[in-house]
């Protein structure tokens, strides 16, 4: 299993942008379909958007256009760049990895601990 570490969440004003990270460890890295998930208080957690190993992104309706979700296999690192952010998009924000590396498989094993993102009105 890889292991996941997330940073860069913040409070924000609706509008704003931030950009968060997620580091993972081991040389498999790269095979791996990477997401970000997102749970806000008193609702179920949702998947926000997904890459595969080759570089295919999936987003959910509500942040296309927004959010842009990408990956640098030589930093090991995932990222989710967040523009024109609103109130409802605030979440504990999660990453996971699904080593099928597939865009639609869903096998998320592997869960970072969550970084917290707050957009005020």
């Known amino acids: 299993q890889v292991q996941l570490v997330e940073s860069g969440g913040g409070l924000v004003q609706a509008g704003g942008s931030l950009r968060l990270s997620c580091a993972a460890s081991?040389?498999?890295?790269?095979?791996?379909?990477m997401g970000w998930f997102r749970q806000a208080p008193g609702k179920e957690r949702e998947l926000v958007a997904v890459?595969?190993?080759?570089?295919?992104?999936y987003y959910r309706d509500s942040v296309k256009g927004r959010f842009t979700i990408s990956r640098d296999n030589a930093k090991n690192t995932l990222y989710l760049q967040m523009n024109s952010l609103k109130p409802e998009d605030t979440a504990v924000y999660y990453c996971?990895?699904?080593?099928?590396?597939?865009?639609?498989?869903?096998?998320?094993?592997?869960w970072g601990q969550g970084t917290q993102v707050t957009v005020s009105s």
């Open positions: 890459i595969s190993s080759g570089g295919s992104t």
């Open positions: 081991g040389r498999t890295f790269r095979s791996y379909a």
């Open positions: 996971a990895a699904d080593p099928t590396g597939t865009l639609y498989a869903g096998n998320f094993g592997s």
